[in-house]
């Protein structure tokens, strides 16, 4: 059963019940807004192109500010070329964005980690697009970077090229002459190797060698500005994702060999700054007797597999960078393709040899039915003419012998018995 409160215990307690309250009353002063105390927006900001495709935005806290307790950061809304907004508790920014459009942004003050206070009103600057003559830009840039081995090199084993192509403005003077430009974190690097159109103007170009990471995941941004007597030609940026533009070698050293009826494939890793544990594969084989295509993926750099007949295989692997190191991008090319195993098959000379001889016997028949029914024999060959013989000669004999007579009467008789022929010898011995 509760004992009942004394007044000497109340008397105890009333310190420390009016400490709490104080505390409680401090609590909900500082939750709730304080209608004297305005948060006000940054002063001075501006917006600076500090490098290809790169800006620098900067503000100063306004001075007029009244102190507090409350700690206080930046909202930035990004409104062009693309919108975008983030928070910071720092007076500058830096940002890799396209400005061949223009780039604007806005800045207020606002409390920071959640406080009720209502924020600044916004103040804005802009950097307004470089000068040109529309439709005189490039179109269609694409790039794609590659990695090949380079040991004689203090960059590092291997080398990553770039290679970058596109079309001419639709509004371009004929002298428009383009000029290529690629920017990868700090470094900056022109282009020196172009090909040209028929009008000898820039369309593509590479580079051999540049300062870019295929390892890296900063982005890549290519800048084309042009010249021409006739007109301002506007310049033209994009960005690029690494992983979106990187052309995967395809596996090398790929052997196969078949056992029994297991095939055993086996390849090495392409070329490429990536450990071997950063590809996936796809591994096709090719049944050259049953005519079909069999493909399998992979994550390691070996496959055995089940065969149920003898026949040639066809095999080729390819390969990408796994998501496991980089977000997906392409895969490369087919390896060159092997082959093994027995061909059951006549060899090609034999089916050489079968088809000509079946060519050589359709010539011929096709050559008999034309001479029959256009009677081309008998105009190619005529007979050889032969002296006429167009009788029949019928010997008839006749003895009469009489008694008495010393002479024989032999009569001869030879006519002729065929139509269109009136010739008659009669010889009388």
């Known amino acids: 059963m509760a004992r009942p409160l004394r007044f000497s215990d109340a008397i105890i307690m009333a310190p420390e019940l009016l400490i709490l309250l104080g505390v409680a009353v401090i609590l909900q002063a500082d939750l709730l807004p304080d209608k004297k105390f305005l948060l006000l927006p940054p002063v001075n900001f501006t917006i600076k192109a500090v490098n290809l495709a790169q800006v620098l935005l900067r503000w100063e806290p306004n001075p007029d500010q009244e102190q507090s ?24 920014s830096s940002l890799v964005t396209i400005l061949h459009k223009g780039f604007s942004a806005s800045v207020q003050t606002v409390p920071w980690n959640d406080h009720p206070l209502q924020a600044s009103s916004w103040v804005s600057a802009e950097l307004k697009a470089p000068p040109g003559s529309p439709g005189t830009e490039i179109v269609n840039l ?6 090949k081995a380079d040991n004689y090199t203090h960059t590092g084993p291997y080398q990553v090229s770039l290679h970058c192509t596109w079309l001419v403005g639709k509004d371009a003077p004929d002298d428009t002459q383009y000029f290529l430009y690629y920017r990868y974190r700090s470094r900056t690097e022109e282009c020196q190797e172009y090909s040209k159109d028929a009008l000898r103007r820039n369309v593509a170009c590479w580079f051999p060698r540049t300062f870019i990471n295929s390892k ?29 533009i990187d052309r995967v070698n395809p596996p090398v050293n790929v052997t196969a060999e078949i056992k029994g009826t297991c095939l055993s494939i086996h390849w090495e890793k392409p070329v490429s700054a990536f450990p071997s544990h950063c590809f996936d594969y796809e591994v096709k084989i090719y049944n050259a007797k049953k005519g079909y295509f069999q493909t399998e993926k992979m994550t390691t750099n070996t496959l055995i597999t089940i065969i149920d ?16 190191c980089r977000t997906t991008g392409l895969w490369s090319e087919w390896s060159q393709p092997i082959y093994v195993g027995k061909d059951d098959q006549k060899p090609w000379r034999e089916w050489f040899l079968i088809a000509v001889m079946m060519t050589i016997c359709f010539i011929l028949l096709i050559f008999s039915l034309i001479c029959r029914i256009c009677h081309l024999w008998t105009k190619l060959f005529p007979p050889v003419p032969v ?16 008694t008495g007579s010393s002479e024989t009467e032999i009569e001869v008789i030879s006519y002729v018995e065929q139509a269109g022929f009136e010739t008659l010898e009669d010889s009388v011995f």
Do not use: M
């Open 69 to 92: 307790n409350v700690q206080l950061g930046y909202h930035v809304k990004i409104n062009a070329p693309q919108e975008e907004d983030y928070e910071t508790r720092n007076t500058e």
């Open 142 to 147: 694409t790039c794609t970077t590659n990695t």
């Open 216 to 244: 890296g995941r900063d982005s890549l941004a290519v800048y084309v500005n042009g010249s021409s007597k006739e007109a301002a030609i506007k310049p033209f940026d994009q960005l690029f994702a690494l992983h979106t």
């Open 309 to 324: 007949d003898v026949s040639k295989y066809y095999i080729q692997v390819k390969a990408a960078v796994s998501p496991v």
């Open 387 to 402: 002296p006429k013989s167009n009788t029949n000669d019928f010997l008839v004999t006749i003895n009469n012998e009489k």
